[in-house]
């Protein structure tokens, strides 16, 4: 545990282990250089604390480059709550208030919103306590909502500056693409994919959503084995982190990788494997901006929703200009996105 925290660049990690359940609070703050830190809270059961804790030191790392590269106000944070197995909804529940008052007591160090394994209506509940530093509860409680459908617009519109710089043409029209999971980003995403008339490919782990998906005649069900080795245009990943790694990458036949999913790579040498195999890759922090973006545009500086998706639509532009630089330079589209991002850190090419 010792050397994780040394090893890292960030400002400081709370902990908190919650008596009542059982589980394990890891909030992880790394830089509020631009602003207060700012990042989802993701519950899930890990196989160990330390696990959990590395998790939530890298996920608050990508919230810093998230907000930094495209020169938003906020810093980089992340909370991680590693519950035990089968948590009662009553039990679940009261955690979430605890973790509530903890994120208030921290008086705006940290400001949240849902993840992976949490949802608007977690949010709701978490702001009993922790109000006024939670984003995304639901409109009835005064919120904005899920962050989801947003993060999809985000994404969509990144594949859309893929298409064209790879074929000229921003239409995805007949494109062939790839989803690996359908949760809340995934199911937004294939929907507008729908409308702008691609071939939709998805996956997913979930027996309920691969009925309720596996029913649509408009989708072709990819079984989660066989979703490295399916042909496509663009291959998006919307689930779980470092599904690019040493293993996966050579078995990739898609011409370009653009998804939501946080941490997509597994190493940092991971960019340059796709990069020598001829595989654009799409920053997953830049590409996933949406949800944090579009929501703090609404829920902190008074954006309308019309808004918030028209300055969504700039992480086109951002994308373009990283694939550009990362061609001319001879470099990874991942190290072009990070020197845009360490450079606003840095506080050289825009304001701190
Ligand atoms: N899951 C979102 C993200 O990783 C978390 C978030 C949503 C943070 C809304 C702030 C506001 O970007």
């Given amino acids: 545990m010792e050397s994780i925290l040394?090893?890292?660049?960030?400002?400081?990690?709370?902990?908190?282990?919650?008596r009542p359940t059982g589980a394990w609070i890891f909030i992880a703050i790394h830089s509020t250089r631009l602003g207060p830190a700012a990042g989802g809270t993701r519950m899930k059961s890990y196989p160990d604390p330390k696990t959990a804790i590395l998790d939530a030191l890298n996920l608050a790392r990508g919230m810093t480059y998230k907000f930094a590269v495209i020169n938003f106000p906020y810093g980089g944070g992340k909370?991680?709550?590693?519950?035990?197995?089968?948590?009662?909804?009553?039990?679940?529940?009261?955690?979430?208030?605890?973790?509530g008052a903890l994120v208030h007591q921290l008086g705006g160090l940290f400001?949240?919103?849902?993840?992976?394994?949490?949802?608007?209506?977690?949010?709701?509940?978490?702001?009993?306590?922790?109000?006024?530093?939670?984003?995304?509860?639901?409109?009835?409680?005064?919120?904005?909502?899920?962050?989801?459908?947003i993060t999809a617009w985000g994404v969509f519109c990144g594949m859309q500056a893929v298409c064209e710089y790879?074929?000229?043409?921003a239409s995805l029209k007949d494109k062939r693409i790839?989803?690996?999971?359908?949760?809340?980003?995934?199911?937004?995403?294939?929907q507008l994919l729908k409308e702008a008339g691609a071939e939709i490919?998805?996956?997913?782990?979930?027996?309920?959503?691969?009925?309720?998906?596996?029913?649509?005649?408009?989708?072709?069900?990819?079984?989660?084995?066989?979703?490295?080795?399916?042909?496509?245009?663009i291959f998006?990943?919307?689930?779980?982190?470092?599904?690019?790694?040493?293993?996966?990458?050579?078995?990739?036949?898609c011409q370009a990788v653009a998804g939501a999913a946080n941490n997509q790579?597994?190493?940092?040498?991971?960019?340059?494997?796709?990069?020598?195999?001829?595989?654009?890759?799409?920053?997953?922090?830049?590409?996933?901006?949406?949800?944090?973006?579009?929501?703090?545009?609404?829920?902190s500086m008074g954006w309308s929703p019309e808004k918030a998706y028209q300055e969504v639509r700039t992480v086109a532009d951002t994308l373009k200009q990283i694939f550009h630089m990362a061609a001319n330079e001879r470099i990874t589209t991942e190290d072009a996105a990070r020197r845009i991002a360490e450079s606003r850190l840095s506080g050289v090419n825009g304001e701190p």
């Fill in 6 to 18: 040394q090893k890292w660049d960030g400002e400081e990690v709370i902990v908190r282990f919650d």
């Fill in 79 to 99: 909370a991680v709550i590693d519950v035990p197995h089968n948590l009662e909804p009553q039990m679940r529940e009261n955690l979430l208030r605890r973790y």
């Fill in 111 to 149: 400001e949240t919103g849902p993840d992976v394994g949490t949802s608007s209506i977690d949010m709701d509940i978490v702001s009993e306590t922790g109000s006024p530093y939670v984003f995304c509860r639901t409109p009835e409680k005064g919120g904005a909502g899920d962050s989801g459908p």
């Fill in 166 to 169: 790879l074929f000229g043409d």
């Fill in 178 to 190: 790839l989803v690996q999971g359908a949760g809340s980003v995934g199911r937004a995403l294939i």
């Fill in 201 to 233: 490919l998805f996956s997913d782990v979930d027996p309920e959503r691969i009925r309720h998906f596996g029913d649509d005649p408009d989708l072709q069900f990819v079984s989660a084995d066989a979703v490295y080795d399916t042909a496509c245009d």
């Fill in 236 to 253: 998006s990943p919307c689930a779980l982190g470092a599904i690019l790694n040493r293993k996966t990458i050579p078995r990739l036949r």
């Fill in 265 to 299: 790579l597994a190493e940092p040498n991971d960019a340059e494997k796709l990069r020598t195999a001829n595989i654009l890759y799409a920053p997953d922090y830049v590409i996933s901006i949406g949800g944090a973006m579009g929501i703090t545009g609404i829920e």
